[in-house]
């Protein structure tokens, strides 16, 4: 029989429900070339980046918790502060996400696409911006969930609108924002940010039709006659509902989530870097709604590593202190576009600069336009 791991596309009908929906026993190594890269293929290597990050990391947060960071300079003070207060404010986020990656790479394709719609369409993107609106994680948690989708089959263009409507959309998020900024600021930047997403979606998705970018090797055709709830019936009923069976999948969410928290981590270790040496408050004074505020606002939200939670009240402050809603829109948007950590994170997914390039390339224009149109220029 063919499977995922032949030259050919598989023709034979997706195994039945009681079968492992994968044909890999573990998830496969974002850059290999095949879904079922040697067991052993992840250990050629010491992963320098991850563990580097990690122990840097590690060291600063247990300097501030246990009070011992007051003994070095000033700016490792504010680098181990930084680092307790970027994990307090994600974790709960990087593990909810790393359980729906978990869960996720045990749901057939079948079941995802049947979800997600049909790749390549404007319903499969709109089908993917509301899945990323009503999921309520933050903007790195999103971005593990994002690549487990990619991995599972999802278009290129439904996965881009996943990840740009997703990270501030949350219920949770949206309250706050509400309290901030008021209901109708609130609602303008959640349909304007769809707009985007949706905008975005289909034009990744006409990119990668017009060869442009290269499609998702993933992806994969509904079987004729398919039906969503018998099949979610199917596979539910097979399910081993023993003591193990949350270990297991928190095992497995850790290893297909490794490749972002190797950048999320790094980007912690930048970020506080950043904090240390540049203050952000110095920045205020320019953030108004001129050209040279947006200007100065897009580059800000480049470079600084800011979680969903953590963007919310800046952005915040740029619409009530700063007067310039369009650059508290723009804060939040092009810090998802531009983000490093998910153009690095795209780019081990992918396995194509191209592709984690044109994310900023397409995204930015749009809410540079937005930003204007409602600074009042």
Not at 6 to 22: G, I, L, M, N, R
Request: proline residues 6%.
């Amino acid at each position: 029989m063919s499977d995922c791991c032949s030259d050919k596309p598989a023709k034979a009908p997706e195994p039945p429900a009681s079968v492992s929906s994968s044909c890999c026993p573990q998830p496969a190594a974002p850059a290999a070339d095949s879904c079922c890269a040697p067991a052993d293929s992840a250990k050629t290597s010491f992963d320098w980046l991850l563990w580097g990050s990690a122990s840097a990391v590690g060291l600063g947060y247990a300097l501030h918790v246990f009070g011992l960071a007051q003994h070095f300079p000033a700016w490792v003070q504010t680098m181990s502060h930084g680092m307790q207060e970027l994990i307090n404010s994600m974790w709960w986020g990087v593990v909810l996400a790393a359980i729906f990656v978990g869960v996720l790479g045990r749901i057939p394709q079948n079941l995802i696409t049947s979800v997600l719609g049909k790749g390549g369409t404007f319903r499969g993107v709109w089908r993917a911006t509301l899945a990323g609106v009503f999921m309520d994680l933050c903007s790195h948690g999103i971005l593990m969930v994002g690549m487990q989708l990619y991995q599972r089959g999802a278009s290129l263009g439904q996965v881009m609108a996943f990840l740009i409507a997703s990270p501030w959309n949350s219920l949770s998020l949206t309250i706050i924002m509400v309290t901030l900024i008021g209901l109708p600021w609130t609602l303008a930047f959640i349909l304007l940010s769809l707009v985007i997403a949706l905008i975005s979606g289909a034009v990744f998705d006409r990119l990668v039709a017009a060869g442009t970018l290269p499609a998702n090797p993933a992806s994969s055709e509904l079987p004729e006659n398919y039906r969503f709830w018998p099949e979610l019936k199917g596979h539910w009923a097979q399910v081993d509902w023993r003591p193990g069976l949350v270990v297991e999948v928190l095992q497995e969410g850790a290893r297909g989530s490794r490749m972002v928290l190797r950048w999320l981590l790094f980007g912690v270790v930048l970020a506080t870097l950043l904090r240390s040496f540049v203050s952000l408050e110095n920045f205020q004074d320019w953030f108004g709604p001129t050209m040279v505020g947006l200007l100065v606002t897009l580059v800000m939200a480049t470079i600084i590593e800011v979680c969903s939670e953590g963007s919310t009240p800046i952005a915040a402050d740029l619409l009530t202190r700063a007067n310039a809603p369009g650059n508290s829109f723009a804060f939040m948007m092009t810090g998802v576009a531009t983000d490093y950590t998910e153009v690095m994170v795209l780019k081990d997914t992918t396995s194509s600069w191209k592709i984690a390039l044109y994310l900023p390339l397409v995204t930015v224009p749009q809410v540079i336009v937005i930003a204007l149109l409602l600074n009042g220029f």
